[in-house]
């Protein structure tokens, strides 16, 4: 609908309407409205994965997340759809991508190996591990540790949407979801949601500058791997790289912190 001010208004408009009626017709027209926002959300997830993941299979799953989105959307936070939109597609994907496994089980134990490594050292050292102390607690070479990590950022497996702090199966909280906190919550996973945000952007801010901008242009400015590749004058698989060890560090913070180490 552009940015007409008039535009939005009369989208707002229709946000307050479906959420009291949950009118069909309305809902059929802000699927075909942001139809395109799954394409674009499936185009920088399909990056870095491997041929057996199709396109179209991407932009199926997204759709998933486009229908929920619109249904559980609440203009009164104050967010905007398309951001809010984002965060469920990009989720709905990841999700189903884990339901087929697609990813090696010995990738998905090397990922396991790296997190635990790391939330040990972390809660021992007091701040963030080097790539020399991890790999000399895997008894591997650092050479060896940062192709460990090249070969797990090829699978695009890791992202801010895979962080979850709540231990309960009914109540898993993502990054992405706690940009808001919905009423349905209660107030303990509100809480731990609150505690999510801010050790996250203590985390960020406490990141090397390279790492530092590769998420922020990730997650907030949407660029894709490739783009922030030429904005920092690096290879792809280089950002690809950085990030996956930025995510790791974060997880590995965020779950010592439920088991109380810090």
């Known amino acids: 609908m552009g940015n007409d001010p008039n535009n939005k ?19 059929d027209n802000f699927i075909k409205q942001y139809a395109p926002l799954v394409k674009y959300v499936a185009g920088k997830v399909a ?7 199709e396109f179209d299979d991407l932009v199926g799953f997204g759709t998933f997340g486009l229908l929920d989105a619109i249904d559980k959307f609440d203009p009164s936070k104050g967010v905007k759809f398309k951001t809010y939109a984002v965060t469920r597609i990009r989720g709905a994907i990841f999700d189903e991508l884990r339901s087929i ?28 591990a080097t790539d020399k102390e991890i790999a000399d607690f895997l008894g ?12 797990i950022s090829g699978t695009s497996i ?10 309960d199966e009914n109540d898993k909280v993502s990054i992405g979801d706690s940009i808001e906190s919905p009423s349905s919550l209660n107030p303990d996973v509100i809480v731990e ?9 203590d985390y960020i801010s406490e990141l090397p500058d390279k790492e530092k901008k590769i998420l922020v242009l ?19 698989s280089r950002v690809s790289q950085l990030h996956s060890k930025a995510i790791l ?10 088991k109380g180490i810090l």
């Open 101 to 128: 496994d697609w990813v090696p089980r010995s990738v998905r134990q090397k990922i396991r190996e790296v997190e635990d490594a790391i939330g040990i050292l972390e809660s021992q050292l007091g701040r963030t």
């Open 140 to 151: 591997m070479t650092e050479e060896t540790y940062l192709k460990t990590m090249m070969k």
């Open 218 to 236: 990730y997650y907030y400015e949407d660029l894709t791997l490739k783009e922030i590749g030429q904005v920092l004058d690096v290879t792809e």
């Open 47 to 53: 990056i870095g994965m491997p041929p057996n993941v």
């Open 158 to 167: 890791l992202s801010l949407n895979d962080v979850w702090f709540s231990g």
């Open 249 to 258: 560090h974060l997880k590995a913070k965020l779950s010592n912190i439920r």
């Open 9 to 27: 208004k009369i989208e707002d408009a229709l946000w307050f309407e479906y959420q009291q009626k949950k009118d069909p017709k309305i809902r």
């Open 193 to 201: 949601k609150a505690e999510i945000r801010r050790v996250v952007f």
